[in-house]
């Protein structure tokens, strides 16, 4: 009889035990049976989050936290974390929430869960004095930059940008290197430099960049919590600040510097459809749409199309083709093929133009003039094109500017410099041609009637120094002309992915110079058969 009862006890309890989960399998119902939310907050990131005076939690994320209690209808405690121990605590049940400058990143994702949309970004920037001259990252290329050990960032900054790092072990450190004059810029946190800057010491420093690799936070919850109670009402949470304005208040409030991550997502999740219903909505499965979700965090489950398959290839393969499943990128790259094809075709019309222009001039016989032309012919084969554009953008065009005010398109100043270069070279070889058939007809003079016959005897020379300047289209990435280089680089420095991205830029140049070969061989062909006729 003893033994029953004691199996009808464990039966019982372990029945107690199996209820009293089923009861708080759900995190929201038990936040409100305890009537309290627990977050864990930063105490030592200000002003996102840091202790007052009265050793209280306060600021930024402690404000989003007490937001999304108040909604829930709880009391808030709030717990201080650290960026090694927040998401322990969030597993060990300690707290039910993390707000505490947490990047959104696929690895994390897979040990919590990341509430979408985000709340705020940071990105890399630097610190400089006011008398560093700073305008691009590019200016910081092999110049000696400051920075902190441990940093995400350090070490892809330093290979897209070409940076020579100095590192320190603490920001302390870091901060007394640049100003001690150590380095020319501090390589940071944006949102950490936010506190530094607010210090009177630090009144004359700037932040004269805009922020790269930038990466959005996101409030964390249980792994668990995926798809539950809990997370659609902090998602649509986060949903209203986005909508209603309230987060950039916030930022206004605690004095931090505007960040266009919020005005971005603001724009956003008010946008409307043609309909006149909000474009982020949810959806029948519940989720965000693919429009208002982090795009670096989708998968190729989320989407479909193009996007489907260049996503798959990034997961299957491992080839991150950005110009594929991102429409950005794409766009990028697509304007930079134009502007690039344009370019071409300037430039071999340019140096045609120059060179049967330079060549019928040498042979004018105008007395100084004639010699003025070979001579320039001359010496313009001699000029690096790289150098005559700077020379023409950096120089000549720095002289007119501060004299007449007049600026130049760095395509105009890129297409004038490279056709000169190139009807230098064509000169040059028209002037050979037109030498032999000298010795051939008796009294030749090279004339516009008879252009074409020292064309013909020339086309070999003239065809590879045009083939040539349509390679030489790339100089124009220096002065700021949006062709296909300049794309190429400008989504490596955002996703990273410089091996795939100068493959297929190599992969474009190699078909379009091939494709200007092809147009070359086919007129040889119909000249050789016009003058077989």
Request: glycine letters at 8%; aromatic letters at 8%.
């Amino acid at each position: 009889m003893s033994r029953v009862k004691f199996c009808t006890a464990c039966l019982l309890a372990l029945m107690a035990i199996f209820a009293g989960r089923e009861a708080f399998a759900d995190r929201l119902d038990l936040i409100q049976k305890r009537g309290i939310l627990i977050a864990g907050v930063k105490s030592d990131y200000p002003p996102f989050g840091m202790l007052d005076g009265n050793a209280r939690l306060i600021g930024f994320e402690p404000d989003l936290a007490a937001e999304i209690a108040r909604r829930l209808g709880v009391r808030l405690q709030l717990v201080a974390v650290s960026s090694t121990n927040r998401l322990q605590k969030l597993d060990e049940g300690a707290i039910d929430l993390v707000v505490a400058t947490l990047a959104d990143t696929p690895q994390r994702r897979q040990i919590a869960t990341l509430v979408e949309p985000s709340y705020y970004a940071s990105g890399a920037t630097v610190v400089t004095s006011p008398h560093s001259r700073l305008s691009s990252w590019a200016d910081l290329r092999g110049k000696k930059v400051c920075a902190t050990q441990g940093a995400y960032f350090n070490r892809a900054m330093a290979q897209r940008f070409l940076l020579d790092l100095q590192v320190f072990n603490g920001t302390r450190d870091t901060g007394l290197a640049l100003r001690d004059g150590r380095c020319v810029a501090w390589l940071y946190d944006d949102t950490g430099i936010v506190g530094v800057l607010g210090d009177p010491e630090w009144a004359r420093f700037e932040t004269p960049l805009p922020s790269m690799m930038v990466s959005p936070w996101a409030i964390a919850l249980a792994s668990t919590e995926q798809g539950s109670r809990f997370e659609h009402a902090v998602s649509e949470a986060i949903a209203d600040w986005h909508r209603s304005g309230w987060l950039i208040e916030s930022e206004q409030r605690w004095g931090i510097k505007p960040n266009h991550f919020l005005t971005d997502m603001r724009e956003l999740w008010t946008r409307l459809q043609p309909d006149g219903s909000p474009l982020c909505a949810r959806q029948s499965n519940d989720k965000w749409p693919v429009e208002c979700r982090n795009k670096f965090l989708l998968s190729s489950a989320d989407v479909d199309g193009m996007q489907r398959f260049g996503l798959l290839l990034k997961e299957q393969a491992g080839l991150d083709l950005a110009i594929i499943h991102d429409a950005y990128d794409r766009q990028l790259f697509l304007h930079g093929l134009w502007v690039t094809l344009q370019l071409m075709v300037a430039c071999i019309a340019g140096s045609l133009a120059v060179g049967c222009l330079g060549a019928l001039v040498a042979e004018s016989g105008i007395p100084l003039l004639s010699g003025l032309v070979r001579i320039s012919a001359a010496l313009g084969r001699m000029t690096p094109p790289l150098l005559l554009i700077y020379l023409v953008f950096f120089g000549i065009g720095r002289i007119i500017v501060s004299r007449f005010g007049w600026t130049f398109d760095g395509a105009a100043i890129a297409i004038f410099c490279l056709s000169t270069y190139t009807g230098c070279a064509i000169v040059s070889a028209l002037l050979d041609a037109v030498a032999v058939l000298k010795e051939q007809e008796a009294g030749f003079s090279l004339r516009r009637r008879n252009l074409s016959q020292a064309l013909r005897l020339a086309y070999a020379p003239v065809v590879a120094s045009l083939v040539n300047v349509v390679k030489a289209t790339a100089m124009a990435s220096v002065i700021g002309v949006p062709e296909l280089v300049s794309a190429a680089t400008a989504i490596v420095a955002e996703q990273g992915n410089p091996a795939v991205m100068m493959n297929v830029l190599m992969i474009t140049y190699f078909l379009l110079v091939m494709a200007i070969v092809q147009i070359f061989n086919f007129l040889e062909r119909r000249m050789l058969q016009s003058g077989n006729r």
